[in-house]
C-alpha cells in the first residue's frame, strides 16, 4: 500500500504501525545531519577519507569515520584498502546507493518549498512593520 496524503483515508492499527516502522528504519539509515552528505560527497567524486573531510564542512574525523563504517554497513558503499605505501583507503558507492536518488530528489524538491514558505511568512510578518515605520 502505497503512502498517500489525503487526509481521508484511513489505515488499519497494523497498516499505521508497519508504515510508522518503515519510516523509523529509513531514517535509521539514511537520517542525520552527515549521512546524505556523505553520499552526495562520493557521487561528486570524493573517494578518499580526507578530499570526504574537506567536501562536507563542519564533520569531524570520527564522526565521519563512524558515519562511514554505518553507510558500509547499510550497504550504501565500498571501503576498500590499498597497501601501497603509504596506505591508501577509498570509498565508493555501491549499486544499491542509487536507490536513494529518489528519496534525494523529493528532499530537495521539498526542502526548496519550504525554504521559499519560509520567506513568503517572514516577508507578510514584516509587511505591517514596513507600513507602520513608513507612517
Not at 87 to 96: D, G, H, K, Q
Not at 122 to 133: G, L, S
Amino acid at each position: 500500500m502505497e503512502y498517500s496524503s489525503r487526509h481521508s483515508e484511513h489505515h488499519s492499527g497494523a497498516e499505521c504501525n508497519s508504515k510508522l516502522g518503515a519510516i523509523g528504519d529509513a531514517l535509521y539509515v539514511i537520517g542525520g545531519k552527515w549521512r546524505l552528505r556523505i553520499i552526495i560527497a562520493l557521487k561528486e567524486g570524493g573517494t578518499r577519507f580526507n578530499e570526504l573531510q574537506r567536501m562536507i564542512p563542519g564533520i569531524s574525523p570520527r564522526v565521519l569515520s563512524n558515519e562511514l563504517k554505518e553507510l558500509e554497513i547499510n550497504g550504501f558503499l565500498t571501503r576498500n584498502v590499498f597497501t601501497d605505501i603509504p596506505v591508501i583507503v577509498e570509498y565508493r558507492l555501491t549499486p544499491y546507493s542509487s536507490t536513494l536518488d529518489p528519496v534525494m530528489g523529493a528532499l530537495v524538491e521539498w526542502g526548496e518549498m519550504h525554504r521559499a514558505k519560509i520567506r513568503q511568512d517572514d516577508r507578510e510578518k514584516m509587511q505591517p512593520i514596513v507600513q507602520e515605520a513608513i507612517m
